[in-house]
């Protein structure tokens, strides 16, 4: 495991967010580094070319020097300019939490979209850090035809990620193709759909395996466990079935670089009938986490869908505590995923979510129309069918307001 000290820069006049400094000492545990030491840093101003102060720069330099530190990870995000100058303060590698974040998700992914979104994050992070100096960057020598510097090894490395970046950008454009014909191909077996949202390690994979009763997902108590979205069957309560869909966990201070590349993955969010915001009841940022989670859904224009607050690991609670957060939140869910409680009144909360949208309602088709079905069937969740005296079925349904007037319509008609 490498070794590695942590540092969080604030202005005097400002609060210290030491839990964004412990949740970075997870996300570097995740990434497979042991924490020498943390520092939270107070400076007057942030200094443009180093962040923090050079007299504390060259205290941690020494640290890392006598005790053989691999690297050093701000919290903030640092300037290309300011990588630079600090790799030449501190003998050890520097990274930021963007850069430590991405290494977590290219050793989590395992699909190849997945891996394809992590790249095309991980480079558009480096070309602007590229650098070189003098001749020793020089590809090509002079002479006949060749005569100056010629191209710059820098200039060549950037052509190069500039180019791999326009391939993984039109792959994923083809990736993102793939996933809305595989969209439309769910929306064509009409089952309603559900997303779980929430922050990273909130219990989204695990409360997945209590739905569907198998390891649908893999699920740990770590950051970013799972990448990949996850779609399974699970059944309903009055009958039927419907889609419940795992997604990325959220953090605060999330990349936009990776915001941007797992679009296509997050908008899966967007095309669902309910979300599902797990929190995690026993973590004492919840609020934060919550403004987090809120934020990234208003930016995916989802905000406007029913969503219900669910409060995993309610079990981890004393009773004044689960008390005080179901006064506080008294339309929520509170539940516990990896012991399975819970669950019934869950299913139960989210077939009434259904409805504003997927309503019960009856059809009844003749003999001569049994021809219907199939469209029926392509339209709509049948719930139950009962024969008729005539030969006929009397069917109950769930539909959409547009597919059960189109079913109507076509009954009717004949």
């Known amino acids: 495991m490498e070794k590695v000290i942590l540092i969080g820069a604030c202005l005097k006049n400002e ?3 030491s839990h ?3 949740e970075l000492a997870r996300l570097a545990n995740t990434a ?7 520092y939270q840093v107070r400076v007057q101003n942030f200094n443009a070319a180093t962040l923090i102060g ?6 941690i330099a020494a640290e890392c020097d006598a005790e053989k530190i691999d690297s050093v990870i701000f919290d903030e995000e640092i300037s290309p300019a300011q990588q630079k100058n600090l790799e030449e303060i501190l003998p050890a590698k520097v990274l930021d939490r963007t850069r430590l974040i991405l290494d977590i998700f290219a050793q989590r992914a395992r699909t190849q979209e997945g891996k394809l979104q992590v790249e095309l994050a991980q480079l558009n992070y480096l070309l602007p850090r590229l650098s070189g100096r003098g001749s020793a960057m020089m590809q090509q020598k002079g002479g006949i035809g060749m005569r100056g510097p010629g191209e710059r090894k820098l200039e060549y490395d950037r052509r190069r990620l500039r180019a791999r970046i326009s391939r993984l950008e039109q792959e994923i454009e083809q990736v993102k193709k793939e996933r809305s014909l595989r969209r439309e191909k769910r929306q064509r077996v009409p089952l309603p759909q559900i997303a779980l949202i929430g922050y990273t390690n909130a219990g989204k994979s695990t409360l997945l395996n209590a739905l569907t009763q198998e390891k ?8 970013f466990a799972t990448l990949d979205p996850t779609t399974r069957r699970v059944p309903m309560k009055g009958g039927g079935q419907m889609l419940f869909t795992d997604t990325v966990g959220f953090i605060q201070k999330l990349p936009h670089s990776l915001v941007s590349a797992f679009r ?11 979300l599902l915001h797990i929190h995690d009841a026993s973590s004492p940022q919840r609020e934060e986490q919550a403004r987090v989670v809120h934020k990234i859904v208003t930016d995916l224009h989802a905000a406007e869908l029913p969503i219900i607050d669910v409060f995993n690991k309610a079990d981890l609670l004393s009773e004044v505590q689960l008390k005080l957060l179901k006064n506080q939140y008294p339309s929520a869910l509170f539940i516990s995923a990896e012991k399975q409680k819970g669950l019934s009144a869950l299913l139960t909360a989210v077939e009434k979510a259904l409805k504003i949208k997927w309503k019960v309602r009856p059809l009844r088709i003749s003999a001569k129309q049994a021809d219907l079905l199939g469209q ?3 339209r709509s969740l049948v719930l139950s069918r009962t024969p008729t005296n005539d030969g006929g079925l009397e069917l109950k349904i769930m539909a959409t307001d547009g597919n059960y007037a189109e079913l109507r319509k076509k009954t009717s008609a004949n």
């Open 15 to 17: 609060f210290a967010l």
């Open 20 to 22: 964004s400094l412990e």
């Open 32 to 38: 497979g580094a042991n924490v020498h030491r943390v």
């Open 54 to 59: 050079t007299g504390k720069l060259q205290e």
């Open 216 to 223: 649908a997902v893999y699920a740990d108590d770590k950051l």
């Open 264 to 274: 296509a993955t997050l908008e899966e969010t967007a095309f669902a009938d309910v």
């Open 376 to 378: 029926i069937y392509t």
